[in-house]
T-cell receptor, first 115, second 116 residues
Framework: AQKVTQAQTEISVVEKEDVTLDCVYE???????LFWYKQPPSGELVFLIR??????QNEISGRYSWNFQKSTSSFNFTITASQVVDSAVYFC????????????FGAGTTVTVRA | EPEVTQTPSHQVTQMGQEVILRCVPI?????FYWYRQILGQKVEFLVS????????KSEIFDDQFSVERPDGSNFTLKIRSTKLEDSAMYFC??????????????FGAGSRLTVL
């Protein structure tokens, strides 16, 4: 069975602060895929990143960065110099070895960035 | 960027009524999905669809639910006899290669179903 835990329910920061979202996963698969999605107040789901279990390199995309630690089954997400537009619910998700998109989502972390 | 289009954006129905939610996936995509999100809760996988048949479904996807792609473009989710607990946002998604060559899943904006 697959499980994704996002222990932080809500995080509130002031603009320009960094914010790190935790994601811990459980799976019996040796090959799996991890994802982050953003859900802004408008409600759509926006893809941020897909990472396979063999690629433990950290990734940076603009103000976003991801830290994958296979040893601790964590895939944390950091927003650097947060902006009001970053306010959203962020979901971590996991899929199995096929790399398909049958995703198991975490409960989400609501990020509020105050001006 | 190509989009997944869902209609209606919001539907209100009486308990026991049939509901059909429609989705137009991205044209060259081959895999299609339905997910749902009960208000304030996590997003949950319902069903995946490939080559005109269900490839996988979750426990949520019971006999009250069905999917089809009747005309090669629309991908529909039907709920035969709605229950109060079916109230949720339903997301359609399609999977395929993006312009950059990466295999991506693109979600629609969602259809909010309210069962009274």
């Amino acid at each position: 069975a697959q499980k994704v835990t996002q222990a932080q329910t809500e995080i509130s920061v002031v603009e320009k602060e960094d914010v790190t979202l935790d994601c811990v996963y459980e799976t019996r698969d040796t090959t799996y895929y991890l994802f982050w999605y953003k859900q802004p107040p408008s409600g759509e789901l926006v893809f941020l990143i897909r990472r396979n279990s063999f690629d433990e390199q950290n990734e940076i995309s603009g103000r976003y960065s991801w830290n994958f630690q296979k040893s601790t089954s964590s895939f944390n997400f950091t927003i650097t110099a947060s902006q009001v537009v970053d306010s959203a619910v962020y979901f971590c998700a996991l899929s199995g070895p096929l790399g398909d998109y049958k995703l198991s989502f975490g409960a989400g972390t609501t990020v509020t960035v105050r001006a | 960027e190509p989009e997944v289009t869902q209609t209606p954006s919001h539907q209100v129905t009486q308990m026991g009524q049939e509901v059909i939610l429609r989705c137009v996936p991205i044209s060259n995509h081959l895999y299609f999905y339905w997910y749902r999100q009960i208000l304030g809760q996590k997003v949950e996988f319902l069903v995946s669809f490939y080559n005109n048949e269900i490839s996988e479904k979750s426990e949520i996807f019971d006999d009250q639910f069905s999917v089809e792609r009747p005309d090669g473009s629309n991908f529909t989710l039907k709920i035969r006899s709605t229950k109060l607990e079916d109230s949720a946002m339903y997301f359609c998604a399609s999977e395929g290669l993006s312009r950059s060559g990466a295999n991506v899943l693109t979600f629609g904006a969602g259809s909010r179903l309210t069962v009274l």
